[in-house]
């Protein structure tokens, strides 16, 4: 399992923006490369759904419903995957969790998750 630390969540109006981070700080370098990382969310009541993903090589996917508002990047010397939201609508409002799964298949680890709340 990796340990998976998230930071960035908070309390946003509508069309403001926010960026979340999610560093592997027990991972070096060459094993942090090895990993898929992605963002989740899950809102009240609702199933937890695959937000954006970005592959061991910089590829990248996202949901429709952020298509074009957000952006995932990773910086794999510092070992941290980021998500810049813009044009945050309320139903954005979730609590969003990091995932790093492996290129072999063998390990999925989940962040503790971090709160976004946008206010109509």
């Known amino acids: 399992q990796v340990r998976l630390v998230e930071s960035g969540g908070g309390l946003v109006q509508a069309g403001g923006s926010l960026r979340l981070s999610c560093a592997a700080p027990?991972?070096?370098?060459?094993?942090?490369?090895?990993?898929?990382m992605n963002w989740y969310r899950q809102a009240p009541g609702k199933q937890r759904e695959l937000v954006a993903g970005i592959s061991s090589r910089g590829d990248t996917n996202y949901a429709e419903s952020v298509q074009g508002r957000f952006t995932i990047s990773r910086d794999n010397s510092r070992k941290v995957v980021y998500l810049r939201m813009n044009t945050l609508k309320s139903e954005d409002t979730a609590v969003y969790f990091c995932?790093?799964?492996?290129?072999?298949?063998?390990?999925?680890?989940w962040g503790q998750g971090t709160q976004v709340t946008v206010e109509p």
């Open positions: 027990r991972l070096i370098f060459s094993e942090y490369i090895k990993y898929n």
């Open positions: 995932n790093a799964k492996s290129v072999l298949g063998d390990s999925d680890s």
